[in-house]
């Protein structure tokens, strides 16, 4: 098997499950007991959002475990609405952002809060400029990913972060595809909020974290204990937890060397496709990407009939977003970057891992000239 949708999940590496295993069995307590069993799991807990804060520049009290990076999103953009409430809201997003902020903002929206998305040029970029023209007295954040996950671009982060640090307007970015593939500090970055997840790093699934900046206004949305300073109830997944911190501590490790490989191999993916297929474009190409993402458009041909075939040779990637998949819908991603309909049902992401090889990559290559050229050979496009 050929593995290369790394982003809608990874697998777990081996190092992350023994992480994993002590807080299944010997250290099951519930981290907010007051015995033996339960201190261990409580020193886990606290170690782990120790690791996560370092990786990302934060200090640990900053750091709040989710159950998923679409908690995390949530979590930011419901919070901080419910911490304002009464006033007249305004948010600005961007159309291409994943669905946990997208749907979001919309059911948002359904409550009376108002919505901007700011446009992206045809290489899927937001100009800081539209964010700032956009802003009014009732903006109360401003969420615009850092990472785009169909497509890898990277948006200016710093720039819209400055803008809203200016107008003290609370900065949220969705981090999941970045962190992993790019230095993500929140300094650096400017953010007061950033949601992470731990799948996309080879972590366990269902664990996320968001990071609130010291003095955010927010609120909770899950009510109930005490847990995280009272800013998301529920017992603490441990074991989760653990394992999302190891890999953490590996990604941060090997950071360097994991984008160096993935570049590599990415960029001679595109150039063999380029050399030996006609009609083809690869999605904002001239934009900064994170290094493991190609979203390639084959004119005339649909994208799922690509997979098919794929599928039959060992070879997983997908249409765009995992969310999106089996819905007509063409991706929202795509068309805010002015592709029509038809090119973006003919779009593949290829999303790499660092345990891709160039093996892979060849061999992707080699069947790949003969399944479009097939498909254009039928195509009724
Ligand atoms: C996968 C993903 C999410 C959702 O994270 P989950 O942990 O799967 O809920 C959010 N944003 C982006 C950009 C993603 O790629």
């Known amino acids: ?46 170690k782990a959002r120790g ?23 949530n979590l930011a953009l419901r919070g901080v609405c419910r911490a304002f409430q009464g ?22 929206q ?33 969420t615009i990913m850092c990472a785009n996950n169909e497509t890898g671009v990277i948006q200016p982060i710093q720039a819209i972060s400055e803008i809203a640090r200016g107008k003290g307007i609370i900065f949220h970015t969705d981090a999941v595809q970045a962190f992993g593939k790019m230095p993500v500090h929140v300094d650096e970055l400017g953010v007061d909020l950033m949601t992470i997840s731990a799948h996309k790093i080879y972590g366990p699934k269902g664990v996320g974290a968001l990071y609130i900046r010291k003095g955010t206004n927010i609120s909770p949305i899950i009510t109930g204990g005490s847990q995280e300073r009272a800013r998301r109830a529920g017992t603490e997944n ?4 653990a394992g999302f911190a190891k890999a953490v501590e590996m990604a941060v490790e090997h950071l360097d060397e994991a984008g160096r490989h993935m570049t590599v191999l990415r960029d001679t993916f595109e150039n063999q496709i380029m050399e030996r297929i006609d009609n083809v474009t690869i999605n904002g190409q001239g934009a900064p990407r994170i290094p493991n993402t190609s979203s390639m458009s084959f004119a005339s041909i649909d994208g799922e009939s690509i997979l098919l075939h794929l599928d039959l040779l060992g070879v997983c990637a997908s249409t765009g977003s995992a969310c999106a998949t089996g819905s007509p819908e063409p991706s929202h991603v795509l068309t805010a970057m002015g592709l029509s309909h038809v090119e973006a049902q003919g779009t593949i992401r290829f999303s790499l891992g660092k345990d891709t090889t160039l093996q892979d990559i060849d061999r992707l290559c080699e069947v790949m000239p003969g399944i479009v050229s097939r498909l254009r050979r039928i195509s009724s496009i």
């Open 238 to 241: 441990i074991p989760a937890i």
């Open 51 to 73: 690791t996560i804060a370092a990786a990302i520049g934060a200090s640990p009290e900053e750091i709040v475990f989710t159950g998923s990076g679409t908690e995390s999103d």
């Open 87 to 108: 006033k007249d809201l305004h948010i600005i997003t961007s159309p291409v952002e994943h669905h946990a902020v997208l749907k979001t903002c919309e059911d948002l």
């Open 110 to 142: 359904g409550t009376g809060v108002r919505i901007t998305q700011v446009p992206v040029d045809n290489s899927g970029c937001v100009d800081p400029a539209d964010v700032a023209g956009n802003i009014t007295p009732d903006t109360v954040i401003i």
């Open 1 to 46: 098997m050929i593995y290369l949708d790394h982003n809608a999940t990874t697998p777990l590496s081996g190092e992350v499950l023994e992480a994993m295993m002590p807080y299944f069995k010997q250290s099951f307590g519930n981290a907010s007991s007051f015995y033996e069993p339960a201190r261990t799991a409580r020193a886990a807990l606290e």
